[in-house]
T-cell receptor
């Protein structure tokens, strides 16, 4: 089955630093999603990308859908303590009634104030 | 986006018992899904909850262990049957909303944290 490789597994950064994480796939997706999960909570959708090459921002977050449709990255600028959590990428093949997601293993972000 | 609630939020259960988890959405949705997230792991899809018919299960998950109901467009239940400690996980429902910014992707509920002793 499809697998997503998400890196890095964990990051320890100082408040104010920028963060970058990425996902690569062995196969093509036509949607890439980035979620954040806080401890004890469900994942929250941060950004959805629908077109190859698309670059989308949401506040301090920027994500891109790779041209090959097999990868995506997420950048967080000027990190703050509330950015702490686990970030998951997910790939989706949309079409008909297919909404299934394939998740990466997550990136655990720790921000030192 | 849709507001999703799950009950219970957490529970501690004895081996061999069953627990039913409820997922309620404040608006009609097209699709509902159930996921399992084992400690320190990513999310694994258990099944798609189909309204008025049997759920569609992913490989490795069976109806006898994880019976699912979806009587209408806003409500679904997942039962974890004959539990063992290996069933200790967070169970999450997700929905694809009919309206909103992203009408063809999934939003997640807060999860149910299950511990089996």
């Amino acid at each position: 089955g499809q697998q997503l490789n998400q890196s890095p597994q964990s990051m320890f950064i100082q408040e104010g630093e920028d963060v970058s994480m990425n996902c690569t796939s062995s196969s093509i997706f036509n949607t890439w999603l980035w979620y954040k999960q806080d401890p004890g909570e469900g994942p929250v959708l941060l950004i959805a990308l629908y077109k190859a090459g698309e670059l989308t921002s949401n506040g301090r977050l920027t994500a891109q859908f790779g041209i090959t449709r097999k990868d995506s990255f997420l950048n967080i600028s000027a990190s703050i303590p509330s950015d702490v959590g686990i970030y998951f990428c997910a790939g989706q093949l949309r079409g008909g009634s297919n909404y299934k997601l394939t998740f990466g293993k997550g990136t655990l972000l720790t921000v030192n104030p | 986006s849709a507001v999703i609630s799950q009950k219970p939020s957490r529970d501690i259960c004895q081996r061999g018992t069953s627990l039913t988890i409820q997922c309620q959405v404040d608006s009609q949705v097209t699709m509902m899904f159930w996921y399992r997230q084992q400690p320190g792991q990513s999310l694994t899809l258990i099944a798609t909850a189909n309204q008025g018919s049997e759920a569609t299960y992913e490989s490795g998950f069976v109806i006898d262990k994880f019976p699912i109901s979806r009587p209408n467009l806003t409500f679904s239940t997942l039962t974890v049957s004959n539990m063992s400690p290996e069933d200790s996980s967070i169970y999450l429902c997700s929905v694809v909303p009919l309206a909103g910014a992203y009408t063809d992707t999934q939003y997640f509920g807060p999860g149910t944290r299950l511990t089996v002793l």
